[in-house]
């Protein structure tokens, strides 16, 4: 039997293509039409926006958590969160989860390391390019990180909360994420980490200057493959 699946989502557009993943790509392990059972919780991103500007990430973890508790009582046995960056508040989480979990960013670094990158782009809010979660990840995988300048971070977490989040995926927003892709190849990155969720259904990956890690799915697989894993 399958380990239920808990979604503990944050932002809708990201949460929703990770659900969408589980259920389609467990078909081929799984057979035709089956996948884990899944459920989800999401409290509203209004919610956790002003714990996340302020740096409140014991609140933030609250709400992770509150969520983990209602799917723990609908039977999940398995939790993940499509939103990497309120992963900052993972060590108020881990302590206190009634379910295991999943990490996103050890899953996506644990992939670029297996597919021979070693120097990762990472593109997200300004609190996750900013923030530790990448840094430690890529640290505890041996892999380098950088980020793209001041300008450019602030520009892409206005395109994330502005647009990516309401499900407005702009022609102009993706030309500028190939194009800090590009200046970030130049600079020795040899990979481009989608680190918002939402960013993989505005980044073309055939069109990208970088191969890209696609965070939102990358962490499903990962749900998919533990799911599935004898005890």
């Known amino acids: 039997m ?33 996948h884990p059972e899944c ?20 609140a ?24 990497n960056t309120v992963h900052e508040a993972w060590p108020h989480v881990q302590a206190a989860s009634p379910r295991p979990w999943l990490h996103i960013a050890d899953e996506v670094c644990d992939a670029a390391r297996a597919a021979g990158h070693s120097r990762l782009a990472v593109l997200g809010t300004k609190f996750l390019m900013e923030g530790p979660v990448y840094r430690d990840a890529a640290a505890r995988a041996g892999l380098a990180m950088q980020i ?8 892409i977490n206005r395109i994330i909360f502005d647009e990516l989040v309401a499900g407005r995926f702009l022609t102009e927003s993706r030309d500028y994420f190939n194009q800090v ?30 191969p890209t890690l696609d965070s939102t799915r990358l962490l499903a697989r990962a749900a998919i493959r533990e799911a599935l894993r004898e005890s």
């Open 2 to 34: 399958a380990k239920h699946i808990g979604i503990v989502a944050c932002s809708a557009e990201g949460a929703a293509l990770c659900y969408r993943t589980v259920c389609a790509e467990a078909a081929e392990p799984m057979g035709r039409h089956n």
């Open 39 to 58: 459920s989800m919780h999401t409290h509203p991103l209004a919610r956790y926006v002003p714990h996340i500007e302020m740096g409140n990430w014991k």
């Open 60 to 83: 933030v973890a609250q709400l992770m958590l509150d969520s983990a508790r209602r799917l723990a009582q609908v039977g999940a046995e398995l939790l993940i969160c499509p939103d």
């Open 148 to 155: 793209p300048d001041t300008s450019d971070r602030d520009r």
């Open 181 to 210: 892709m590009a200046d970030l190849k130049l600079r020795g990155c040899d990979a481009a980490v989608l680190g918002c969720t939402e960013i993989p259904l505005l980044v073309d990956p055939l069109a990208a200057p970088l």
